[in-house]
C-alpha cells in the first residue's frame, strides 16, 4: 500500500470498528455490484456515510428479493434487494437502484453478485437463493424471494 492511501474505516453488523490495511486492499481490490462489493474477506457496502463489512463467516444465506410496486396506469415498478442472513437472524438488506429507470440493470447487479459469490473461495458454505419452509405468510404480501 502507497503512503498516499489511506485506511479506510469498516463497520461490522455487530457494531465493531475495523481499520486495518488487510480490510483496505480487500475493498480497494473487491469486485463491484452497485452498492455491494465482494472481496475476499467479506461483503463490503456504504451506507449513507458509512462504510460496512460482513465477513463470509458470519452469512449463512443470502438471496434476491423483488418488490413489485403497482401504480395506477404504468406497469408496475420492481424493486430489487439483496437480503443477507446469519445463523440467529437477518443481518441485513440492501437496495439495488431508488429510480424507475434501471430494473433490468439492478436486476442483473443482483445476478451477477450472487454468481460471483458461488466462486469465491470463503464463500463456498453461503447458501445461495431463497429456501421456502412452506409456511404461510399472515397477510397478503408484495414480496416475492428469487
Known amino acids: 500500500m502507497s503512503q498516499n492511501d489511506r485506511i479506510i474505516r469498516f463497520r461490522t453488523h455487530t457494531g465493531h470498528i475495523i481499520c486495518d490495511e488487510l480490510h483496505t486492499q ?3 481490490s473487491s469486485a463491484s ?11 463490503y457496502y456504504k451506507e449513507l456515510f458509512r462504510r460496512y463489512f460482513i465477513p463470509y ?13 403497482p401504480v395506477d396506469d404504468s406497469p ?10 446469519g445463523n440467529e437472524a437477518r443481518i441485513t438488506e440492501i437496495m439495488f437502484g431508488e429510480g424507475f429507470m434501471n430494473r433490468t440493470e439492478d436486476n442483473d447487479a443482483a445476478d451477477r453478485l450472487l454468481e460471483t459469490l458461488r466462486h469465491i473461495d ?16 399472515a397477510k397478503k404480501s408484495i414480496w416475492r424471494r428469487a
Open 33 to 43: 455490484f452497485k452498492k455491494i462489493r465482494a472481496g475476499t474477506q467479506g461483503l
Open 57 to 69: 463467516t458470519d452469512i449463512c444465506r443470502i438471496y434476491k428479493q423483488v418488490q413489485i410496486i
Open 26 to 28: 480487500d475493498y480497494n
Open 122 to 137: 470463503n464463500a463456498k458454505h453461503i447458501c445461495i437463493g431463497y429456501e421456502d419452509d412452506g409456511s404461510v405468510p
Open 76 to 85: 408496475a415498478y420492481e424493486h430489487y434487494r439483496i437480503i443477507i442472513e
